[in-house]
T-cell receptor, first 110, second 113 residues
Framework: TQLLEQSPQFLSIQEGENLTVYCNSS?????LQWYRQEPGEGPVLLVT?????EVKKLKRLTFQFGDARKDSSLHITAAQPGDTGLYLC??????????FGQGTRLTINP | DVKVTQSSRYLVKRTGEKVFLECVQD?????MFWYRQDPGLGLRLIYF???????EKGDIPEGYSVSREKKERFSLILESASTNQTSMYLC????????????FGPGTRLTVT
């Protein structure tokens, strides 16, 4: 069974700080996605990384796919209260299916 | 704009009741999915469908069934609700063209008492 482990599960920091969330597996994925979910809503896709070693930036968010395509990280620079939410990583496992990590609940305090 | 809608945001049912959760997408997507989301467990796949009248079991299908009579609609059925099925249920769809990008509905929070 392919599993994705996210860490930390909870993170509470002050506005303006930097943070990194990790998503690790012993399995290789053809691609990996990051979603953000806000209370009362479904997850919304932020980014998809496909190539080992790939780095993608989305404003203050930087996503990296590990060289071996088994892990990924999300780095947020100068966090803002609007970044608060549940961050989920998801690995592609064939036939359009995804396996999700447990999620990281991020709180940015003003 | 891509849209996935779910019939209810909140639902309270009694143990033993038959429960129907409806999901509709307006994007002409082939693939549709039902997940449940529980704290600390992430999203777990219950059932998915590649086409009308096609269904495949996911990782936790026990106690659930599904129906897909039309391309845009995917229903999740709890034949006899139990308290351990209290959860957030999320529906998603994907075209199969993009790299697995899934579009989610807002979720239904089901409480079984």
């Amino acid at each position: 069974t392919q599993l994705l482990e996210q860490s930390p599960q909870f993170l509470s920091i002050q506005e303006g700080e930097n943070l990194t969330v990790y998503c690790n597996s012993s399995s290789v994925f053809s691609s990996l996605q990051w979603y953000r979910q806000e209370p009362g809503e479904g997850p919304v896709l932020l980014v998809t990384v496909v190539t080992g070693g790939e780095v993608k930036k989305l404003k203050r968010l930087t996503f990296q796919f590990g060289d071996a395509r088994k892990d990924s990280s999300l780095h947020i620079t100068a966090a803002q209260p609007g970044d608060t939410g549940l961050y989920l990583c998801a690995g592609a496992r064939g036939a359009q299916k995804l396996v999700f990590g447990q999620g990281t609940r991020l709180t940015i305090n003003p | 704009d891509v849209k996935v809608t779910q019939s209810s945001r909140y639902l309270v049912k009694r143990t033993g009741e038959k429960v129907f959760l409806e999901c509709v997408q307006d994007m002409d997507h082939e693939n549709m999915f039902w997940y449940r989301q529980d704290p600390g467990l992430g999203l777990r796949l219950i059932y998915f469908s590649y086409d009308v009248k096609m269904k495949e079991k996911g990782d936790i299908p026990e106690g659930y069934s599904v129906s897909r009579e039309k391309k845009e609609r995917f229903s999740l059925i709890l034949e006899s609700a139990s308290t351990n099925q209290t959860s957030m249920y999320l529906c998603a769809s994907t075209s199969g063209q993009a790299e697995y990008e899934q579009y989610f509905g807002p979720g239904t929070r089901l409480t079984v008492t």
